[in-house]
C-alpha cells in the first residue's frame, strides 16, 4: 500500500517529478560519461607506454633491470615460456635480447638501444610492428631492423638502405654488422622514435657473442590494471634467480597518475553525489510543506509517524530508481559512442609524452560495467539520506496543527 501511495503522490505533480528525473538522469549520465573518459584517457597511457615497448610484466634475471648488465641473461629453461603462457591470465610471451651500441650511416652516427626480438612472438605483447609508416616488417633476410621516424631524419634513411651497428661483445670483442632497413615507424614516444632499433633475435646473439642467450621475457596479460596481482601469483614459479616485476615498478610516473586519476574522479562522484542530494532534498522539502494537511489527514485517519516516513523514502527511492535506470541507459549508450567513435583532436593538439608513455590527441571512453554501474548504483543511496530530512518532518507532523494548515 505504501508503494502505491508513494506511486501516486510522485505523480501528482508531474512537472516538478520530471524536473527532478531530468537532473538526477543528467548528473548519472555525465557522471558514467566522466568515469569513461578517464578510463580511457588512462587506459591510452599505459598501452602506449606498455603495449608499445615493456609489456605489462616482465621476466628477468635479478640485478638485471636497475643496470642493464650485459651479462645478467639467461638461456629460458625448457618449458618456462609454456609455463608462463598456460598461465589464465597471460596474453603472450615475447623472449628479448638488448644492446646499446651505435648505428651509423655516412658520416651521421647516433648511439641507439637494440632490441632482438621474435616478430611473432614480439606481436602478441607490444604493438610496436603495427605503428610502421613507411616499409613494411621483417623478412627472412635475418638482418632486417626496424627504426623510429627520428632516428631514420637523423641518419636521412630510408627502407631498403642499410646501416652499420656496432656494439660490445660478451666475449670482449667489438661486434658489428650491417643492417638493411626494413621499415620505420611512428610511436609518438620521442625515446622510441628517436633511440630504438628493432633487430631480429637470432642476429643480435651473434653480433653480441651471446647465442641462445636472452635479458628478458615481455609478457602481456589480460588485465593490465590487475598485473600487479598476477605478478604476485607467478613468483612462485621461479627461483630467486629472476626477478618478475610489473608495469607499475618500471613507469612509476604512469602509476601516480593513474592514482591521481582515481582521486579526483572520487571528487567528481562526490560534488554529482552532494548536487543530486540537494536536488532531491529541495524537491522533497517543498513537497511535504505543501502536503501538511494531507499527512494531518492520514495520521487522523490512523496511519503511523513510521509509516508516514516510509512512504515518503519510498517515494524518493522510486524517483531515484527510475532516475538512476535511465541515467545509466543513456550514460552507457554515451560511453559506447565514444568508445567506438571518439573525438578526433589530432587537427589541434598534439601528443604529450609523459612518464614512459603517451597522451594521445582524442577523446575516448572506456566502458567499465562494474565500476561504472556501482557508481551510478550509489545515487540510490543518496536519495534516502537525502529525502529522511523531509520524511522525518513528514511524521513529526501533528494532526490537530497539521489539519488548521499550521
Not at 107 to 125: D, K, N, Q, W, Y
Not at 180 to 203: A, C, S, Y
Not at 245 to 250: G, K, T
Request: glycine share 10%.
Amino acid at each position: 500500500m505504501l508503494l502505491q501511495l508513494a506511486y501516486r503522490n510522485i505523480l501528482r505533480n508531474k512537472r516538478r517529478s520530471l524536473l527532478t528525473v531530468s537532473a538526477m538522469v543528467f548528473s548519472s549520465s555525465m557522471l558514467l560519461l566522466a568515469l569513461g573518459v578517464s578510463a580511457g584517457k588512462m587506459g591510452d597511457m599505459l598501452a602506449s607506454a606498455t603495449e608499445q615497448y615493456h609489456g605489462h610484466l616482465v621476466l628477468s634475471r635479478t640485478g638485471y633491470q636497475p643496470q642493464r648488465d650485459m651479462y645478467a641473461h639467461f638461456a629460458p629453461e625448457d618449458g618456462m615460456i609454456r609455463r608462463i603462457l598456460e598461465h589464465p591470465g597471460v596474453r603472450g610471451v615475447s623472449p628479448r635480447l638488448r644492446a646499446f651500441g651505435l648505428l651509423s650511416q655516412d658520416t651521421s652516427t647516433i648511439p641507439v638501444e637494440a632490441l632482438g626480438i621474435r616478430p611473432e612472438a614480439e606481436a602478441t605483447v607490444t604493438t610496436l610492428q603495427q605503428c610502421i609508416v613507411r616499409g613494411a616488417g621483417f623478412d627472412s633476410s635475418g638482418n632486417g631492423c626496424l627504426l623510429g621516424t627520428g632516428m631514420a631524419r637523423k641518419l636521412n634513411v630510408a627502407p631498403g638502405d642499410a646501416i652499420a651497428f656496432v656494439t660490445r661483445g660478451a666475449d670482449g670483442s667489438i661486434g658489428n654488422d650491417l643492417l638493411t632497413v626494413k621499415g620505420i615507424f611512428e610511436t609518438g614516444n620521442t625515446r622510441n622514435d628517436n633511440q630504438l632499433v628493432l633487430t631480429e633475435l637470432p642476429w643480435l646473439q651473434q653480433v653480441t657473442a651471446l647465442d641462445s642467450q636472452i635479458h628478458e621475457l615481455a609478457i602481456a596479460v589480460r588485465a593490465p590494471m590487475q598485473a600487479a596481482g598476477l605478478a604476485r601469483q607467478m613468483r612462485d614459479d621461479f627461483g630467486n634467480d629472476y626477478t618478475l616485476q610489473d608495469w607499475s615498478v618500471f613507469l612509476p610516473e604512469i602509476r601516480d597518475a593513474i592514482i591521481i586519476s582515481h582521486v579526483s574522479n572520487s571528487i567528481i562522484m562526490a560534488i554529482f553525489y552532494m548536487a543530486t542530494a540537494l536536488c532531491i532534498f529541495n524537491t522533497f522539502y517543498m513537497s511535504v510543506m505543501e502536503r501538511t494537511r494531507e499527512f494531518g489527514v492520514l495520521l487522523a485517519l490512523g496511519m503511523r509517524p513510521g509509516q508516514l516516513r516510509a512512504m515518503v523514502l519510498c517515494e524518493t527511492l522510486l524517483l531515484g530508481g527510475t532516475a538512476v535506470l535511465a541515467g545509466m541507459a543513456l550514460g552507457f549508450c554515451m560511453n559506447w559512442y565514444m568508445q567506438d567513435i571518439g573525438v578526433d583532436l589530432s587537427g589541434h593538439v598534439s601528443p604529450i609524452s609523459y612518464g614512459g608513455g603517451t597522451i594521445l590527441p582524442r577523446v575516448r571512453a572506456v566502458i567499465e560495467p562494474v565500476r561504472q554501474t556501482g557508481a551510478a548504483l550509489m545515487l540510490l543511496l543518496v536519495c534516502p539520506v537525502a529525502g529522511f530530512v523531509p520524511a522525518n518532518m513528514a511524521a513529526r507532523c501533528v494532526p490537530i496543527k497539521a489539519l488548521r494548515g499550521e
